[in-house]
């Protein structure tokens, strides 16, 4: 079955802008998290969705959001771009959340770089 | 904050068994230990996970001490494309799956 599918693989943004990410997970899977990795921060998690309602959230600011629709899939958006945004930013599903027992699938990333 | 502790980087030789160790000593009865590790370029892909007793899957093995408070991750014959970061984490209820520095492992030929 295919797997986590996230798009674009890359972009680049100015900085002020905003960004929508997407991300489709494995079939039957309806949690998602989503991660910003960096070379200096490493992968820490921003978000975690189940049945569209957001169930966990990192340190992050109010300008990263996201949101999960009816059939599971998730964007993430980030608004007024900063050029500390550049990063590699990755979504990860499971078949459901609060279940300690399942591991996740991450999808390939988003390289998103800000100019 | 990360809950378990793993060594920077290690080294091994190829077609030798790689023993990677984690300390995670404030693991709580419900947690369970997982294993990721993230290839050059790639997002992290799971490789094994276990609650009490030690795991075996086609990917590697995982040995868990008897009181809980550490794990190891074997790879009982690592070849080149084991080279990644291994990330040893602690899943609970609440659920957030929380990535330390994890090790880079280093494979020679």
Redesign the interface.
């Known amino acids: 079955k295919a797997g986590?599918t996230q798009t674009p693989r890359y972009l680049i943004k100015t900085r002020g802008q905003q960004v929508t990410l997407s991300c489709s997970p494995i079939s039957g899977h309806r949690s998602v998290?989503w991660?910003q990795q960096t070379p200096g921060q490493?992968?820490?998690?921003l978000f975690?969705y189940f049945s569209e309602t957001q169930?966990?959230k990192?340190n992050f600011p109010g300008r990263f959001s996201g949101r999960q629709f009816s059939n599971s899939r998730s964007e993430m958006n980030v608004s007024t771009l900063e050029l500390g945004d550049s990063a590699l930013y990755?979504c990860?599903s499971r078949p459901r959340?609060?279940a300690?027992?399942y591991?996740?699938?991450?999808?390939?990333?988003t390289r998103l770089t800000v100019v | 904050d990360a809950k378990t502790t793993q060594p920077n980087s290690m080294e091994s030789n190829e077609e030798e068994p790689v023993h990677l160790p984690c300390n995670h000593s404030t693991i709580s009865g419900t947690d369970y230990i997982h294993w990721y590790r993230q290839l050059p370029s790639q997002g992290p892909e799971y490789v094994i996970h276990g609650l009490t007793s030690n795991v075996n899957n086609r990917m590697a093995s995982l040995a868990i001490a008897e009181d809980r408070k550490s794990s190891t991750l074997i790879l009982h014959r690592a070849t080149l494309r084991d080279a990644a970061v291994y990330y040893c984490i602690l899943t609970g209820r609440d659920d957030k799956i929380i990535f330390g520095k994890g090790t880079r492992l280093h494979i020679l030929p």
């Open positions: 986590v998290s991660y490493g992968l820490q998690f975690e169930r966990n990192g990755l990860a959340d609060r300690s027992n591991g996740y699938t991450f999808g390939s990333g």
